[in-house]
């Protein structure tokens, strides 16, 4: 046997059993476990129900939040939105990709689910309001411009919303240059913005009325099962996290295993979620795949522990299987 | 041909037959009375030994309660107090699956259970618990609620930097309720099968063989000083 062969073999002198045996009903004790732990689901069901939260829709959010969901439009129009800087397997940016040492694993399958923020969540939903020469004139003047030309007046507009929302969350004056309007519409003083204002206000009305979370869900056939393209745009805006937020949800929050109400969630992520939360995967940019790598190789030991020295001999070393057989010992069958 | 050559015949092809060799290996690896037994050993005397059962009649009520919601269709819950009933239901009997789980492969560990050749035992229920876990996230974020939307949004980015994203994407509910409800749980329930059959085809594991000073403490304590004549591992 090979050195590698000798250490991964323990010394293992168990042998088959030959002491007295018990009567044994298996299929009685499987009929009454579950309807114990029936009964036991049925009345944790009765006393705690489950948490059911109303969804956000893109509605909602351009309603409660206007001013958060136009600074967001125009960071997906002019392209500076995470979504729009993430990287495979949305589009093939980088602002995103992580890596570890030489290993890039989302590069490797490419981009699966393409999204276009300007297109899918700008463009393309104002192309769907009928009747509008004003938005039409300024859809082709935006389109028509050079790239440069549309990143100025993306950032002409951005500028003062996201002044007026750092303003906001710190409990300060806004500045003048932004005005939420009783009727939610959002005014932004921004002259060197060309048609960008003209294409958000549509926008905002659009959405209030629903017609963006229609719009990113029928945009490639009537039947649509996949949300990605409604929940990334969500995802960029401030909506989520607030309600996240509110609910203990957020990554700081040890958010990952949580859920909605004081229900225990996903608690067998403990660990996974523990390492968000510690230095250095807290700060590092690659914070994810580092996690995915070390969780993997826990997995990995924790599937073969009968393989590895010092872990498979603990047992035998800390005595809590006496506790367990104590009867069988007591009884001195064990010798 | 005679009559003992055309049975001769006729023996040797049922010998060859695939359907024969796989009755004969199962039947060998897995005679009737070890598959279903009517008896076990004594030392199979704890409350630790109710968490693997407690596991599978959890993954019984999961996979009837998940199997009504099915029939209705994924937005019933959200609207009817019956369908929010055995949603709670799913949920519950999850929690009290994992619970069960671990205590069971805590216990499981402190008995060093993969001793006497049971390391396959061992590797199949390790493999089932971490199976499990996608199995109950894609769960979450099937939901179609504000959960659902949080943690897919959130988890999206771990999937996305293994390159997994691409063929498991959290934001397609579509395509996590095909996991949800029949990829992942056949992978769960064919690990727990095979992990069951294991554990039949090698038994329970026997306990350590303590050492006589750990005994005789045990004798005195009982105040029966003279230890028992061994009858037990390997008597």
């Given at each position: 046997?090979?050195?590698?062969?000798?250490?991964?073999?323990?010394?293992?002198?168990?042998?088959?059993?030959?002491?007295?045996?018990?009567?044994?009903?298996?299929?009685?004790?499987?009929?009454?476990?579950?309807?114990?732990?029936?009964?036991?689901?049925?009345?944790?069901?009765?006393?705690?129900?489950?948490?059911?939260?109303?969804?956000?829709?893109?509605?909602?959010?351009?309603?409660?939040?206007?001013?958060?969901?136009?600074?967001?439009?125009?960071?997906?129009?002019?392209?500076?939105?995470?979504?729009?800087?993430?990287?495979?397997?949305?589009?093939?940016?980088?602002?995103?990709?992580?890596?570890?040492?030489?290993?890039?694993?989302?590069?490797?399958?490419?981009?699966?689910?393409?999204?276009?923020?300007?297109?899918?969540?700008?463009?393309?939903?104002?192309?769907?309001?009928?009747?509008?020469?004003?938005?039409?004139?300024?859809?082709?003047?935006?389109?028509?411009?050079?790239?440069?030309?549309?990143?100025?007046?993306?950032?002409?507009?951005?500028?003062?919303?996201?002044?007026?929302?750092?303003?906001?969350?710190?409990?300060?004056?806004?500045?003048?240059?932004?005005?939420?309007?009783?009727?939610?519409?959002?005014?932004?003083?921004?002259?060197?913005?060309?048609?960008?204002?003209?294409?958000?206000?549509?926008?905002?009305?659009?959405?209030?009325?629903?017609?963006?979370?229609?719009?990113?869900?029928?945009?490639?056939?009537?039947?649509?099962?996949?949300?990605?393209?409604?929940?990334?745009?969500?995802?960029?805006?401030?909506?989520?996290?607030?309600?996240?937020?509110?609910?203990?949800?957020?990554?700081?929050?040890?958010?990952?295993?949580?859920?909605?109400?004081?229900?225990?969630?996903?608690?067998?992520?403990?660990?996974?979620?523990?390492?968000?939360?510690?230095?250095?995967?807290?700060?590092?940019?690659?914070?994810?795949?580092?996690?995915?790598?070390?969780?993997?190789?826990?997995?990995?030991?924790?599937?073969?522990?009968?393989?590895?020295?010092?872990?498979?001999?603990?047992?035998?070393?800390?005595?809590?299987?006496?506790?367990?057989?104590?009867?069988?010992?007591?009884?001195?069958?064990?010798? | 041909?005679?009559?003992?050559?055309?049975?001769?015949?006729?023996?040797?092809?049922?010998?060859?037959?695939?359907?024969?060799?796989?009755?004969?290996?199962?039947?060998?690896?897995?005679?009737?009375e070890k598959l279903l037994p009517d008896s076990q050993p004594?030392?199979?005397?704890?409350?630790?030994?109710?968490?693997?059962?407690?596991?599978?009649?959890?993954?019984?009520?999961?996979?009837?309660?998940?199997?009504?919601?099915?029939?209705?269709?994924?937005?019933?819950?959200?609207?009817?107090?019956?369908?929010?009933?055995?949603?709670?239901?799913?949920?519950?009997?999850?929690?009290?699956?994992?619970?069960?789980?671990?205590?069971?492969?805590?216990?499981?560990?402190?008995?060093?259970?993969?001793?006497?050749?049971?390391?396959?035992?061992?590797?199949?229920?390790?493999?089932?618990?971490?199976?499990?876990?996608?199995?109950?996230?894609?769960?979450?974020?099937?939901?179609?609620?504000?959960?659902?939307?949080?943690?897919?949004?959130?988890?999206?980015?771990?999937?996305?930097?293994?390159?997994?994203?691409?063929?498991?994407?959290?934001?397609?509910?579509?395509?996590?309720?095909?996991?949800?409800?029949?990829?992942?749980?056949?992978?769960?329930?064919?690990?727990?099968?095979?992990?069951?059959?294991?554990?039949?085809?090698?038994?329970?594991?026997?306990?350590?063989?303590?050492?006589?000073?750990?005994?005789?403490?045990?004798?005195?304590?009982?105040?029966a000083p003279d230890l028992p004549t061994p009858t037990g591992?390997?008597?």
């Amino acid at each position: 046997m090979s050195r590698l062969g000798r250490v991964l073999r323990s010394h293992d002198d168990t042998r088959p059993w030959r002491g007295g045996y018990a009567a044994y009903d298996l299929v009685k004790e499987a009929c009454i476990a579950v309807g114990v732990i029936a009964l036991l689901a049925i009345v944790l069901t009765i006393l705690f129900s489950s948490p059911d939260q109303r969804p956000s829709t893109i509605a909602q959010w351009s309603r409660e939040l206007p001013v958060n969901f136009v600074a967001t439009a125009a960071k997906e129009l002019d392209g500076t939105s995470a979504t729009a800087e993430y990287g495979p397997p949305y589009n093939h940016n980088s602002g995103s990709v992580q890596h570890f040492l030489f290993l890039h694993p989302q590069r490797w399958l490419g981009v699966s689910h393409p999204i276009d923020t300007s297109l899918d969540y700008v463009i393309d939903p104002l192309k769907t309001i009928p009747d509008d020469p004003t938005l039409k004139a300024a859809l082709a003047e935006y389109q028509a411009a050079p790239e440069r030309t549309q990143k100025a007046w993306g950032e002409a507009y951005a500028k003062p919303l996201e002044e007026y929302e750092t303003a906001s969350e710190e409990n300060k004056t806004p500045p003048k240059g932004v005005s939420v309007e009783p009727s939610g519409a959002v005014e932004v003083n921004a002259s060197a913005a060309g048609p960008v204002p003209t294409l958000m206000t549509s926008l905002l009305a659009l959405a209030k009325s629903g017609g963006v979370d229609g719009s990113l869900l029928t945009s490639n056939q009537f039947f649509q099962t996949d949300y990605t393209k409604p929940l990334l745009f969500m995802a960029d805006g401030g909506l989520l996290e607030k309600r996240a937020e509110a609910q203990h949800l957020l990554g700081t929050q040890w958010g990952m295993m949580n859920e909605t109400g004081s229900y225990p969630g996903q608690v067998w992520l403990w660990l996974y979620t523990f390492w968000y939360q510690v230095e250095p995967f807290k700060s590092s940019p690659s914070g994810d795949l580092d996690v995915m790598l070390v969780m993997a190789l826990l997995s990995l030991a924790f599937i073969c522990v009968p393989f590895i020295p010092g872990v498979r001999d603990l047992p035998r070393r800390i005595p809590i299987y006496k506790l367990i057989w104590r009867e069988h010992y007591r009884a001195g069958a064990g010798v | 041909m005679s009559a003992v050559e055309k049975a001769s015949v006729e023996k040797s092809s049922v010998e060859r037959s695939w359907t024969a060799r796989v009755r004969e290996a199962g039947v060998a690896a897995l005679p009737p009375e070890k598959l279903l037994p009517d008896s076990q050993p004594t030392y199979v005397a704890s409350w630790i030994y109710v968490f693997g059962v407690a596991s599978l009649a959890s993954l019984t009520v999961i996979i009837l309660s998940g199997m009504i919601l099915a029939l209705k269709g994924p937005a019933w819950w959200h609207y009817t107090g019956v369908g929010h009933f055995f949603n709670s239901v799913h949920l519950w009997s999850v929690e009290l699956f994992f619970f069960a789980m671990v205590v069971h492969l805590w216990g499981k560990y402190w008995m060093a259970a993969w001793r006497g050749g049971r390391a396959r035992v061992w590797m199949t229920g390790a493999v089932t618990f971490l199976v499990a876990v996608p199995c109950a996230l894609t769960g979450y974020v099937s939901q179609q609620n504000f959960d659902a939307q949080w943690i897919s949004t959130q988890a999206k980015d771990a999937m996305n930097s293994v390159g997994v994203g691409a063929f498991f994407n959290l934001t397609n509910f579509g395509q996590m309720y095909s996991y949800h409800v029949l990829l992942l749980p056949l992978a769960v329930v064919g690990l727990v099968v095979a992990h069951v059959l294991l554990v039949r085809r090698h038994g329970v594991v026997p306990p350590f063989e303590p050492d006589r000073r750990a005994l005789t403490a045990l004798a005195e304590e009982d105040g029966a000083p003279d230890l028992p004549t061994p009858t037990g591992v390997g008597s």
